[in-house]
């Protein structure tokens, strides 16, 4: 219970609150500790996703969101924007497994690869782990 005005009283006491908030974070870490993944969707459905084609080296993508699965090692995979995709259009690729950035591994993360102007990104799946490129990760 956060209350109706900040400080006015109305809420939970400081204990009861970081109790909810301890017992959210045991609930994530008993599900991580089980073999599960959070996923990083921004509230996204990814139902609706398209999957990137991984016996292609280059995928023409438009506005909309798109997955990329596990490759093979040493893959090359090539984004490339299609012509009349402006910056401000949304394009996500969720990686459904690793992704490594800046050295460390990540899963279920997402890169918005055209925001930066970039016409094509460069992915390479090396390690069970996909980097990039260009584009900028979540």
Do not use: H
């Not at 990329?68 to 893959?75: H, I, S, V, W």
């Not at 995979?77 to 394009?91: A, F, K, P, Y």
């Amino acid at each position: 219970n956060i209350g109706t005005m900040a400080d006015n009283k109305s809420g939970d006491p400081l204990r009861t609150a970081f109790t909810k908030i301890n017992d959210n974070f045991n609930e994530l870490y008993a599900g991580l500790s089980s073999g599960n993944t959070v996923a990083k969707t921004g509230g996204v459905n990814l139902a609706g996703a398209v999957a990137l084609d991984l016996t292609k080296s280059i995928n023409k993508l438009t506005a909309g969101y798109y997955t990329l699965a596990n490759g093979t090692e040493g893959q090359i995979l090539r984004v490339v924007r299609q012509i009349g995709l402006q910056n401000s259009d949304i394009t996500r690729i969720y990686v459904t497994n690793k992704c490594r950035i800046a050295g460390s591994e990540y899963t279920n993360n997402y890169i918005e690869p055209f925001v930066n102007g970039a016409d094509v990104v460069t992915f390479i799946y090396t390690d069970d782990a996909w980097q990039s490129i260009g584009g900028q990760w979540d």
